[in-house]
T-cell receptor
Framework: AQKITQTQPGMFVQEKEAVTLDCTYDTSDPSYGLFWYKQPSSGEMIFLIYQGSYDQQNATEGRYSLNFQKARKSANLVISASQLGDSAMYFC???????????FGTGTRLTIIP | DTGVSQNPRHKITKRGQNVTFRCDPISEHNRLYWYRQTLGQGPEFLTYFQNEAQLEKSRLLSDRFSAERPKGSFSTLEIQRTEQGDSAMYLCASIPWSNTGELFFGEGSRLTVL
């Protein structure tokens, strides 16, 4: 079974600063994907970024990058130049190749301070 | 391109009543997922459809829960004899055949059982 651990229940960050949200995972399967989703107060889960277990380079999507350290089984999300609109819950998730069923962590509530 | 639509967005009911939620996925997305999210937790997998076939059900889906996707388009999730422990956000997500694993989520249906 897969497990995702997010150890930061909440974080406060000054606007325009960079922020790192931690995520560690556990699986014995070598083929997997790692995801980050943003959940604003409206409730919708918004996909941010994806990293495959065989990808050699860290994924980047605009201001989002994923710091993938396979040996440590960590997949931290880095948000550069944070904005007020980044305030939301952030969830790390994983799935195995060939199965899109996602296993989520408990999330981190990010609050951007003006 | 319309996103995943869920109705109703909010439902308050008394214990013992039946409730039904509807999910309209993005058109031509052949796979559809239901997740449940309780307060302070990440979403948990409930069930999954490929077209009209229900291919997997979680142990979380007790016999009071039933999900259908009769024509491979919209899906319904019914909870019979609701209990207070059923209070949660019910999230629907869809994914096209060719996708690498990113689920497209709706805004969810929040159930409160009094």
């Amino acid at each position: 079974a897969q497990k995702i651990t997010q150890t930061q229940p909440g974080m406060f960050v000054q606007e325009k600063e960079a922020v790192t949200l931690d995520c560690t995972y556990d699986t014995s399967d070598p083929s997997y994907g790692l995801f980050w989703y943003k959940q604003p107060s409206s409730g919708e889960m918004i996909f941010l970024i994806y990293q495959g277990s065989y990808d050699q380079q860290n994924a980047t999507e605009g201001r989002y990058s994923l710091n993938f350290q396979k040996a440590r089984k960590s997949a931290n999300l880095v948000i550069s130049a944070s904005q007020l609109g980044d305030s939301a819950m952030y969830f790390c998730a994983m799935s195995l190749f060939g199965n899109e069923k996602l296993t989520f962590g408990t999330g981190t509530r990010l609050t951007i301070i003006p | 391109d319309t996103g995943v639509s869920q109705n109703p967005r909010h439902k308050i009911t008394k214990r013992g009543q039946n409730v039904t939620f509807r999910c309209d996925p993005i058109s031509e997305h052949n796979r559809l997922y239901w997740y449940r999210q309780t307060l302070g937790q990440g979403p948990e997998f409930l069930t999954y459809f490929q077209n009209e076939a229900q291919l997997e059900k979680s142990r979380l889906l007790s016999d009071r829960f039933s999900a259908e996707r009769p024509k491979g388009s919209f899906s319904t999730l019914e909870i019979q004899r609701t209990e207070q422990g059923d209070s949660a956000m019910y999230l629907c997500a869809s994914i096209p055949w060719s996708n690498t694993g990113e689920l497209f989520f709706g805004e969810g249906s929040r159930l409160t059982v009094l």
